[in-house]
């Protein structure tokens, strides 16, 4: 069973710093581009980051540009997203995600999307 489990969030103050995790199990996702989504109550599910599969390559929202870094270990079939000087508007239920296998194309903000973790809550405090 394939399944993306990620971990690392909490409750943490603005300014302030969290690193997600997204372990992978049930099959290696060594040529899945994968990626960071995340939902904020009442809002549509956003975009925040890409990753290739070799790790050469990234791509961000622009709403975390600069402040969010994502990146892999592939060999702990594990992809992380460090998330720095949080703001309250960061506030959301954070996704891990893993793009088709070798998708290389301009849509990456929407998919395509093969599997979904369950997801993580993020909470910034003011």
């Known amino acids: 069973q394939v399944r993306l489990v990620e971990s690392g969030g909490g409750l943490v103050q603005a300014g302030g710093s969290l690193r997600l995790s997204c372990a992978a199990s049930?099959?290696?996702?060594?040529?899945?581009?994968m990626g960071w989504f995340r939902q904020a109550p009442g809002k549509e599910r956003e975009f925040v980051a890409k990753?290739?599969?070799?790790?050469?390559?990234?791509s961000y929202g622009d709403s975390v540009k600069g402040r969010f870094a994502i990146s892999r270990d592939n060999a702990k079939n594990t992809v992380y997203l460090q998330m720095n000087s949080l703001k309250p508007e960061d506030t959301a239920v954070y996704y891990c995600?893993?793009?088709?296998?070798?998708?290389?194309?301009?849509?990456?903000?929407?998919?395509?999307?093969?599997?979904w973790g369950q997801g993580t809550q993020v909470t910034v405090s003011s």
């Open positions: 995600a893993a793009y088709a296998p070798g998708y290389t194309g301009p849509n990456y903000r929407t998919g395509p999307i093969d599997f």
């Open positions: 049930g099959r290696t996702f060594s040529s899945n581009p």
């Open positions: 990753i290739n599969w070799s790790g050469t390559g990234t």
